[in-house]
Antibody, heavy 126, light 107 residues
Framework: QLLLQESGPGLVKPSETLSLTCTVS??????????WGWIRQPPGKGLEWIGN???????YYNPSLKSRVTISVDTSKNQFSLDLISVTAADTAFYYC??????????????????WGQGTLVTVSS | DIQMTQSPSSLSASVGDRVTITCRTS??????LNWYQQKPGKAPKVLIY???NLPSGVPSRFSGSGSGTHFTLTISSLQPEDFASYYC?????????FGQGTKVEIK
């Protein structure tokens, strides 16, 4: 059973850096053609994709956050991480890490998030 | 970015009802559309991928259809555990985008 667990501070001051780590257990992060992603959800609102990374370090970011986001992977620890700089109150949200799987069908390669962490609330406040 | 519009934003239904949720996209995405269910305080869970495919363990009362810019999620007979929020998500290109969600409540 694959498990993902987010960790990091629950409170970050405005203008500082939000840093979270996702620890993967139950399988190697280097196995298979997966991407590993971060998604966030402000309390009571919808879902926003932040970005993805492959085990080899290939990254894709949401352009709305790209100038402030870095996602990295540490295969030796079976972890991947999120850094978001210069945070404001608008960055207050539940942050989820997730695995993005690929299925090949006649219509092409289809990607979807099949395993998620439980989520962690990060509040930006002084 | 591909804009995702779900309707309705919320609905009230009774156990046993047939429920349909619609997702429209701002451009054609073929069948690159996924659906997620989210219960309060929990992470989303994939219900359907590639428009109409159910992952192992998802009950057969859930079904999806569509292509291009118009997609539907149908629950054939609503069960008590189905009261939740539902989100569509396109995987056609990045940035990956989600619909704003549909909350299914008990009538």
């Amino acid at each position: 059973q694959l498990l993902l667990q987010e960790s990091g501070p629950g409170l970050v001051k405005p203008s500082e850096t939000l840093s979270l780590t996702c620890t993967v257990s139950g399988d190697s992060i280097s196995t298979g053609s997966y991407f590993w992603g971060w998604i966030r959800q402000p309390p009571g609102k919808g879902l926003e994709w932040i970005g993805n990374i492959s085990y080899s370090g290939t990254t894709y970011y949401n352009p709305s956050l790209k100038s402030r986001v870095t996602i990295s992977v540490d295969t030796s620890k079976n972890q991947f991480s999120l850094d978001l700089i210069s945070v404001t109150a608008a960055d207050t949200a539940f942050y989820y890490c997730a695995r993005q799987s690929r299925t090949s069908l006649i219509t092409g390669h289809h990607y979807y998030f099949d395993y998620w962490g439980q989520g962690t609330l990060v509040t930006v406040s002084s | 970015d591909i804009q995702m519009t779900q309707s309705p934003s919320s609905l009230s239904a009774s156990v046993g009802d047939r429920v349909t949720i619609t997702c429209r996209t701002s451009q054609s995405i073929s069948t690159f559309l996924n659906w997620y269910q989210q219960k309060p305080g929990k992470a989303p869970k994939v219900l359907i991928y590639a428009t109409s495919n159910l992952p192992s363990g998802v009950p057969s009362r859930f079904s999806g259809s569509g292509s291009g810019t118009h997609f539907t999620l149908t629950i054939s007979s609503l069960q008590p555990e189905d009261f939740a929020s539902y989100y569509c998500q396109q995987s056609y290109n990045t940035p990956l985008t989600f619909g704003q969600g549909t909350k299914v409540e008990i009538k």
